[in-house]
């Protein structure tokens, strides 16, 4: 595993030193930029490189080694690894996230925002621009230049009127509003899964999806979207669920 510390040992064991100041780490599959970054960053006496990865595989194991403020992450890396940014936030919540992309583009730029980062900037950003950047982020705001900002507002504004739009709502399929039906009834995972015939696995896979394509984050918004938008059916009337892998069809009232 080639994690290299601050002080270019590649185990890492003594990158960490006690000084204050912001704990950097930096992700990128091109050496020459990491190099770059860390000697920008040198010369900054409140931030301090802790860690450099080249991988995702890296990334993973400088998070758990390295206490971390903020982590400049290579925009390339995450490409076609959609729960990337997600599994790095859960294993260390308090590290605060710089993606670096080649190229901006609306709706790569509208995603990632959406999945918690706190900057986008352009791999060409200067010197001066990125210690600012990681200085702000360090202390809690979010970078957002101008087109960023017109990108994330007109995707929200979109996105709601997709939700007041009967015509542009998004398409569920049956299955998934079998699931919903029972998420809005107080179901478990687990009783949804016996009753469709299916494993939890199954049932958390497609509560995901659900919640993507409605933009809610939990069971609890979920339900009070489906009340809101009124997506399932009259209460009295049935609606089939449907048969999953090596089920039977069965029939619930909802």
Known sequence: MNIEGANGFEDGTL?????????????????IYRVGMRKVFALEDDIRVVAQAE?????????????????VLEGALIMGVPDALNNFQRRAPEAKFIV???????SGTVEL??????????????????????RKIAAGETWIDNQSIGWVIEAY???????????????LSEKELAIIACITRGMRNKEIAYQIGTTEQVIKNYLRKVYDKLGV??????ALYCLHHKILQNDHEEMPVPAMAGSQPMRAKF
């Open 15 to 31: 990158a960490v030193d006690a000084r204050p100041g912001i704990r950097v780490i930096l992700a990128d599959s091109q050496a």
């Open 113 to 134: 925002y959406r999945k918690g980062v706190r900057g986008v900037v352009p791999r060409s950003i200067s010197p001066d621009l990125l210690i600012k950047c990681v």
């Open 217 to 222: 984050s939990d069971r609890l918004e979920l």
């Open 55 to 71: 991988t995702l595989e890296n990334m993973f194991a400088a998070l758990q080694r390295y206490p971390t403020d903020v982590v």
């Open 157 to 171: 504004r979109a996105q709601a009127s997709a939700a007041t739009d009967p015509n542009k709502a998004p398409r």
């Open 100 to 106: 670096q992309v080649a190229e901006s583009d609306e």
